[in-house]
Nanobody, 125 residues
Framework: QVQLVESGGGSVQTGASLRLSCAAS????????MGWFRQAPGEERKGVAA???????RYADFVKGRFTISKINGENTLYLQMNDLKPEDSALYYC???????????????????WGRGTQVTVSS
C-alpha cells in the first residue's frame, strides 16, 4: 500500500507554469507505476501523464510538449511540471499509483489502485 498527498495547485493566468507534487508514504515509489489524472466538473477523470516502474512515460495528446512528469525515488515524490497553462487545463488533479508494471495502459484511471485527494488547478484567461 501507499499513501499519496498532492500539493502545488493554485490559480494562475493563461501561459503561466505550476509544478504539482505528490508525496508518497508507506512504500517506495520504485515499486509502483505512477500517474497524474485530472477531472473537471461534469467530465470523466482523464489520464494526463504517467510513468511506469521501468521509467517509460506517457502523455495525453492535450498536454504533450507542455507538461513533464518526473519521479524522484530518493525523495519518494512524483512531480508534474506544467507549462503554458490554458483555461482548459483547469481541473482537480490527482496522483495515483499501482503496483502493476503498466506500459500500454499507463493513462487508464481504472488500472490504478491508490489515489490522493487531489489539488485544484484553475487557469484564467
Amino acid at each position: 500500500q501507499v499513501q499519496l498527498v498532492e500539493s502545488g495547485g493554485g490559480s494562475v493566468q493563461t501561459g503561466a507554469s505550476l509544478r504539482l507534487s505528490c508525496a508518497a508514504s508507506g512504500n517506495t515509489l520504485r515499486s509502483f507505476s505512477m500517474g497524474w489524472f485530472r477531472q473537471a466538473p461534469g467530465e470523466e477523470r482523464k489520464g494526463v501523464a504517467a510513468i511506469g516502474r521501468g521509467g517509460t512515460d506517457r502523455y495525453a495528446d492535450f498536454v504533450k510538449g507542455r507538461f513533464t512528469i518526473s519521479k524522484i525515488n530518493g525523495e519518494n515524490t512524483l512531480y508534474l511540471q506544467m507549462n503554458d497553462l490554458k483555461p482548459e487545463d483547469s481541473a482537480l488533479y490527482y496522483c495515483a499509483a499501482v503496483e502493476d508494471r503498466l506500459i500500454a495502459s499507463l493513462l487508464v484511471p481504472e488500472k490504478y489502485a491508490y489515489w490522493g485527494r487531489g489539488t485544484q488547478v484553475t487557469v484564467s484567461s
